[in-house]
């Protein structure tokens, strides 16, 4: 005996109170948006890549080669690592494509980073256009006033309003942090994200790298101190 199937109403039709009623039903909040639009970091995928660069770092400097000459080897396969896993970090969100050593008119570029089209639910992300730059720093010291002078002749450069600089050292502190703060409210404005290699450690341990990005565009913008970040 046929039936009658039940009428659907079309998803583009429902309205924002059912789709608000839909999301409290069934528990969709922020966290499980942000897990579905950033899934965590796959296993080890931090540690591993800084065990071979340390591998890398403690590596005997063959016979009739220069110290000098071994240091610069070593420098640019720890360089070559350490994008290679901030590539692995940044693809872990899957509307974000990435292109590394991009080379341009003027510029090599680390990463280049393609914005896709279902994160932007996010308000944060929804701002930055269609790509945004990333820069790779595995030095001995903090973010200095130099870096970002680059990096925001950079975004200039390629149509960018958003850059990351990941760093292995801290957060960007006192007349750097307020240049970072000027570059952000000019027209266009240039948000340089800083994140630091111990909050992807974090990330790695379950912090949600989305979250993180956002919290740190958020300090960018409005000059705040360090925001905690779930």
Known sequence: MATTPTPQVPVGNLTLDQWIEFGRKNDIDDELIYSFLSPPLPANSVSRWLARIERIENAAKPKGVSASEWSGRKNKLKGTAFEAMICLVIKSIPSFTVWKNVTTTTNEIDLLVRVGLAIQVSPVVRQW????????????????????????????????????LVSSHGAPRGKVKTQIHMHAFKTPPRVIVCISLDELKECENGKNLLRLISTRYIEAKSGATALITQ
């Open 129 to 164: 256009g269609s790509h945004f730059v990333c820069e790779c720093k595995l030095v001995n010291k903090g973010i200095n006033a130099t870096w970002i002078g680059k990096l925001n002749s950079v975004l200039e450069l390629h149509g960018s309003e958003v850059g990351v």
